[in-house]
């Protein structure tokens, strides 16, 4: 008789080989997560213009992003490729504006939290495509959610408006100026829906990981053209801006968003949802983004609650646990999924998205 020990050795070899990647996965997360709290003190102690200093980005890493895929060589691309990699190419420039503008007005825990405002896609696919025994499952999970963006919203995760603070001397004004308000939030929330949208999209135009990076080349391409009209038009009107003020690392700020923000998090997002199973709109995700947001608050000094935050951060990883996934009694999504209930869901059974 067969002994099961087999298979747990195999499990645990596997895990044992999947240890390097992710700890790859998170020295590329917190590098990702570095540039961004660099891009958010360069553009609050600069005042340049969001979308200027992102199309600086964006052209340099279009050009790398070419240079690395060449999407020319090998086999030709079709119209039905072609044509959504454009389109998305739209979308990600509308979601790179919407992004800084978010990091911008509501700071860098704010901003990276609300990117995981994708997994409302999830609670969509259930109501148009899933058992009604989820649908309400998924409710849950967005209440959750959007609780926790609440949460943030009202400075749960900054010392001066946390509830769980034990300084009582605090200015009333100071405490005002942390509480944004739900409406504040809308813009970096609908960045993250717009992140994971084109995620989805990407992910319906080919499923060969080799294709998918040929094909972002193309669509970080096409968001930089499209950035192009608005971004002149931003510098001709004339933006207010304190130009005449250097920081000493302002380059640090353009290379590590381009290098870390931009090119480095694609392709370790890539593996990691191909080698891990690790999907961004996940809890496993959250939770390493969490702890890099817990290192970079402490670095750099920032107005934070660490119980706030932690409060906020675990009730939005149950929000998206319920969110994005339609059975978590099943294991083989990855390698089976059900491609019978349309096209939004085939996306997000495959890989307990949306991202």
């Given at each position: 008789m067969m002994s099961p020990r087999p298979n747990s050795d195999d499990r645990g070899s596997s895990n044992f080989?999947?240890?390097?990647?992710?700890?790859?996965?998170?020295?590329?997360?917190?590098?990702?997560?570095?540039?961004?709290?660099?891009?958010?003190?360069?553009?609050?102690?600069?005042?340049?213009?969001?979308?200027?200093?992102?199309?600086?980005?964006?052209?340099?890493?279009?050009?790398?992003?070419?240079?690395?895929?060449?999407?020319?060589?090998?086999?030709?691309?079709?119209?039905?490729?072609?044509?959504?990699?454009?389109?998305?190419?739209?979308?990600?420039?509308l979601y790179f504006i919407l992004w800084g503008k978010?990091?911008?007005?509501?700071?860098?825990?704010?901003?990276?939290?609300?990117?995981?405002?994708?997994?409302?896609?999830?609670?969509?696919?259930?109501?148009?495509?899933?058992?009604?025994g989820h649908v309400w499952k998924k409710v849950g999970g967005l209440i959750a959610m959007l609780a926790s963006f609440y949460f943030l919203s009202q400075g749960w995760a900054t010392e001066t408006s946390s509830p769980f603070s034990f300084k009582d001397s605090l200015d009333a004004e100071l405490r005002t100026e942390q509480v944004l308000g739900m409406k504040e939030m809308v813009v970096p929330l609908l960045a993250g829906i717009l992140s994971a949208l084109r995620r989805v999209i990407a992910r319906r135009v080919s499923l060969k990981n080799t294709l998918k990076r040929r094909l972002h080349a193309i669509t970080i391409t096409s968001a930089t053209c499209f950035l192009f009209p608005v971004a002149m038009w931003d510098l001709i009107t004339g933006s207010k801006s304190s130009s005449s003020v250097d920081l000493p690392f302002s380059a640090w700020a353009f290379l590590s968003t381009t290098l870390f923000g931009i090119i480095l998090i694609f392709y370790v997002d890539a593996m990691a949802e191909e080698r891990l199973h690790m999907v961004f709109s996940s809890p496993r995700h959250l939770m390493v983004a969490g702890g890099c947001i817990i290192v970079m608050e402490m670095v750099y000094k920032m107005d934070f609650s660490l119980i706030g935050f932690i409060i906020c951060s675990l009730i939005l990883g149950f929000g998206i646990y319920e969110a994005t996934s339609l059975d978590h009694g099943r294991k083989d999504t990855f390698q089976k999924p059900d491609l019978s209930n349309g096209m939004l869901e085939d996306e997000l059974q495959m890989s307990s998205l949306p991202t």
């Open positions: 080989r999947h240890t390097p990647l992710q700890i790859l996965h998170i020295i590329a997360s917190f590098l990702r997560i570095w540039s961004v709290y660099s891009m958010y003190r360069y553009l609050s102690q600069t005042g340049v213009s969001v979308i200027l200093f992102i199309f600086c980005c964006l052209v340099p890493s279009s050009i790398l992003f070419l240079l690395l895929q060449k999407p020319w060589k090998g086999r030709p691309l079709l119209n039905t490729q072609m044509v959504p990699s454009v389109i998305n190419g739209g979308i990600t420039a978010g990091l911008k007005s509501c700071g860098p825990v704010r901003a990276l939290l609300a990117e995981y405002s994708g997994a409302v896609l999830g609670v969509l696919s259930a109501v148009l495509y899933g058992r009604r």
